[in-house]
């Protein structure tokens, strides 16, 4: 069985599936219950001064039947008083000695404030602080949160006025409502962070009730832009947490966060440069129990794979992420239909007709059903119809080959006319 | 009537709540090309209705299905899905498990129907010509309300006491109640269907009566009643007609109670009529039924489902065995059997059913019930002027057209008993075959009056 025990710029942690910043680390009692689910650490909900927080608070984007693809929030910080929450915090490590806890922080941008706070974690027993840059609603308005991440200057002074104090690794949580995301990330590292997290939620709004016309969450007839998390933003995440991790500038350890629901989510971000991951949605969902299956299908896929410790995982993948114009323009696939396997539904031609390259045929079959062929030759190997397809391997894309040595977008453009088998639409 | 009895009547399949429309709405693929929709008679836009339901839209969803099938909500109950649209659907080789298509085709027409959203809009533009529909069964319905749309008018003339034909009288109770029949006729009317009840074309009003006062009719009278099947002792109290038993339930259900309670009953037939009398003998506490086919298993015309659902509760079959003589004394006491075995295929490829010389049984019966198939309405049919028959059933062309063009015939009396839904299909294409009658004949008429002028 492979080793989970990661190592978090100085953080240790039995595995690397954290609870994030949120509702489910609200409470000692919480963390101790999902300590005893398998979770290897969590990131205690943001400690400040205690505020006072609205009724309703979350709303969702649902899909085709399946809920919670998307969780919005007005939720605040803590709203508990700091001293009860450094005294679980001081318990559940006397307890919990091995598991990581994180206290994430935020208070208003006085050097005073930060020292004062930080000491407070540290002395409860804090194995690490993140510093919450990122929540993007509510504390915002008030200076705090992504207010801080979204202006590099701001994030790398509190940064450094957490650094003259800390005694413990400093993770800085990052705001995903930039425009990009890298430069909060150098400024968190200039100032002198051990490590990053990202993505803090995304500014939303869920939806409208189409009776009352009011957004969701309804709070008395009106409602406020919230924050986006869940499965629907992990592509999101995985986007920015790769740019950081191939930063060169940056290069420090990287805690995943982003809509992680399973393991397969979480090698995902790990293979993009994640040490660690943390989870808030999912177990809001399904409570702490789907650790088990995390653990468990994480350590079966790197026995499968090989891999004696996760750690041979972390940013596995990073050097195949490229510049588009570094892709080889001479690679090319194009579709198979599996006719045992197809179902003649016929999703895959409506889609290639109407939405891409009009490269499928479609008949009617003998049983009523759909009859779909790919036309080889104007195929340009878009993957959709293989997307598309109900069917498991139905519609594979397969490598042909065109007798071409690779060719980059850079050596192309030197002299088009010598690559006249690529056709009009690439020709400029 | 006890509540058992009643709760023996309960729908087979209760609707779908909201939760379980929308998950069953949202696992449908929404083929391109839709093989269900191909399946379906009326050709429904199935995918295009389920959709909706997944939206959130039932109103567009109902409107989707009755603009296909006015009948849409008794179709939902009644149609044998697992062999039409269902049995088409493509998510059975996916999970095995096809969309639910008839339950929600009845989740969308049960919201128009308790909200009153009519299931067709009369045209506000009148055309000349009217139209005699004789019967208020599917068929006629149907046709009524596409010609209605187009803006003839259509008058239909039904002998029944209540209208609905089979949908009201025939339909097995656990799967369509009269009440539900009649809503869906009572929205049609509103719609502005007009029928004229307890009106016997022949007896009434004469055949032409009606050509005088129509240009075109429609003849829609599907099938009579199963009549004798020339068995010694037929007479013998306890012998019912199949329809009658069925039509009974539905009108005085204390009486097809007090028939059938405790009392051993025998199906004579293996078409889905004879299913649906087994299964409700077996409801109304029948002590034990027996269904005597004169061929085998493989032979039986019934859906297999349904077959299956008549095994599951309880009957018993006996095949290859032809009913000889109802015994009794004045009552009838069982049913003698002739055991048949099966010979060289006859003319209709199906193999011969040839009596075991000497090998006879007799069941013992308190009611024996002849499903053997109904009899043609020849009263009606044969004096039709110039409309051919053929093995007593008009000779229709494409356009359910007969052989005297003023005359078109759809439904049951057509095609010998089919579904509800393929008599939906006819009555629609009559209809538009009549809007081409009619309108070729008025071009006619305006052509020799623009002639005139000339």
Redesign the interface.
Known sequence: MADLKVNLAGIKSPNPFWLASAPPTNTGDQIMRAFDAGWGGAVWKTLGQPIVNVSSRYSTVDM??QRVMGLNNIELITDRPLEVNFREVAEVKKRYPNNAVIVSLMVESNQQAWHEIVKRAEDAGADGLELNFGCPHGMSERGMGSAVGQVPDYACQITTWVKEVAKTPVIVKLTPNITDVIYPARAAKKGGADAVSLINTINSITGVDLDTFVPRPDVGGKSAHGGYCGPAVKPIALNMLSSIAKDKEVGIPISGIGGISNWRDAAEFILLGATTVQVCTAVMHYGFRIVEDMIDGLSNYLDEKGMRSVNELIGKSLPTISKWEELDLNYKVIANVNQDKC?????C??ACNDGAHQSIS?K?RE????RVDIIDDTCVGCNLCSLVC??DNCITMKQIDTGHAPLTWKEYQKNPSAHKHLGPHNAH | MTASNQDSFHEIKPPLAVDQA??EA?RC???????CT??CPTHIDVPGFIKKI?TGNLRGSARVIFEANVLGASCARVCPTEVLCEG?C?MD??TWKPIQIGQLQRYATDFAMARGILPFTKSPVKKPGRVAIIGAGPSGLACAAELLRVGHEAVIFDAGEKPGGLNTYGVAEYKMTPAVALAEVAQLQKAGVEIRSGVRVGQHISIAELETQFDAIFVGVGLGRIGKIGLAGENLDGVVDAMDYIAELKIDRAKAETRTRGRRVVVIGGGNTSIDVVTQAQRLGAAEVHLVYRRGPEELPAYAHEVELAKQSGCRFVFLSQPVRVVGNGKVEGLVVQRMRLGAPGPDGRRKPEPVVGEELTLAADLIVPATGQEARLDLLKNLPNVKLDRNRPVVNSDMQTSNPKYFAGGDCVSGGQEVVNAVAEGKRAAAGIVKFLQNRQSTVDGRQFGAEK
């Open positions: 085709n039947g179902i003649g539904c016929g999703l031609y409506v479609a009617a049983d009523g059903r759909t109900p069917v | 929308l998950a949202n693929l929404n083929c391109y090309d839709a093989p191909k399946a997944g088409a493509v080789d996916v």
